[in-house]
């Protein structure tokens, strides 16, 4: 989607930093509560989830520039740049913070006061963001995606499809908190399957060209992208780049399957955002996070591009097929 047609669909709120009245209409309004919605990637390629946190406010009774105002922070993928955006934010005083996975952390130490909702695609205990997941007890909860919990399935769905493949690279985005867990666990999971695994890094999109061609130095039979918000933003283009190098590839989401990718496994980014939406809308009302569980997004889907698998020369095993939500063809 085009930036220009993102701003168009959103009414430019999502691409703007702060949100501007009129000022007869200011002085005829009450003030509306403000959001502060702190992000890692840029806001052109994250359209999607923006809606669907939309979506999530409009089900707990708020809608945007109506009765709530919401004052957008990207960091376009420059992760160095949070702690300076969180810090504006927290300035303004704003009612609660909607924050990604690699900015809650950073909003959690800017402000012990204000609320914070999150979506994460890792632990939320294992990141430090809260105490416990039935009782947060602080200035912090929201949603987590099944995400890092999956990443040895998806080491076992590449073997599966991939039978031959006895050396594979794991694509981390080295700037994320849970990069090197998620890298030493899947060490673990490679080992007890008989693979070696090379752990790749890419934290820009110069970076890309780079780990792809060192692939075929590695004698990489096959390739696993770790859940990252930049890698996310990155998804048709990693599929493209997996079509270059004929490179059977497993990532999270559909979007990378439905660009052409090989597979995707995992949680919903989408679902995860409208679950941050309903919270945040919960908080304006006076809930307070230390009362309200972390919610899991449950919804799993595995997607295969039989297309990408034929142009690959590989053969789908039936059963994989037959567990399959949706078939590319």
């Known amino acids: 989607m085009r930036r220009r047609e993102f701003i168009a669909g959103l009414g430019g ?162 700037a994320n908190l849970s990069a090197e867990i998620i890298s030493k666990n899947l060490q673990v999971a490679a080992g007890a399957l008989g693979l070696q695994l090379h752990v790749l890094n890419a934290s820009t999109e110069s970076d890309l060209p780079t780990v792809f061609a060192t692939l075929p130095q590695l004698r990489v039979g096959a390739l696993l992208i770790v859940n990252d918000p930049f890698l996310n933003s990155q998804a048709e283009r990693l599929a493209a780049l997996t079509l270059r190098y004929a490179m059977p590839t497993i990532f999270q989401y559909r979007e990378f399957a439905a660009a052409g990718g090989l597979m995707s496994y995992g949680g919903s980014l989408i679902d995860a955002y409208r679950l941050m939406g309903i919270y945040t809308g919960r908080i304006l009302k006076g809930e307070k996070p230390a009362d309200l569980p972390v919610q899991q997004s449950t919804k799993v889907e595995l997607i295969i591009n039989l297309k990408t698998a034929k142009a690959f020369g590989l053969t789908v095993p039936l059963a994989l097929l037959g567990r399959a939500d949706e078939v590319i063809e």
């Open 13 to 174: 709120a999502a691409a703007v930093t702060s949100v501007s009245w009129p000022l007869a209409a200011r002085a005829q309004q009450p003030a509306l509560p403000v959001i502060g919605f702190l992000n890692s990637a840029s806001p052109d390629l994250y359209a999607n989830p923006v809606r669907a946190f939309h979506q999530g406010l409009s089900e707990a009774g708020y809608v945007e520039r109506q009765n709530v105002a919401i004052e957008y922070r990207w960091a376009n993928n420059q992760y160095d740049r949070l702690p300076a955006l969180a810090a504006e934010l927290v300035d303004l005083r704003v009612a609660v913070i909607a924050a990604n996975g690699p900015a809650a952390r950073v909003a959690k130490e800017a402000t012990a006061t204000i609320p914070i909702v999150f979506s994460v695609g890792f632990d939320p205990l294992k990141l430090n963001l809260v105490t416990s997941l039935s009782r947060p007890g602080g200035n912090l909860t929201g949603a987590s995606i099944l995400n890092a919990e999956l990443e040895p399935k998806r080491l076992e769905l590449l073997r599966e499809i991939v039978p031959t493949a006895t050396v594979v690279a794991l694509l981390v985005n080295p």
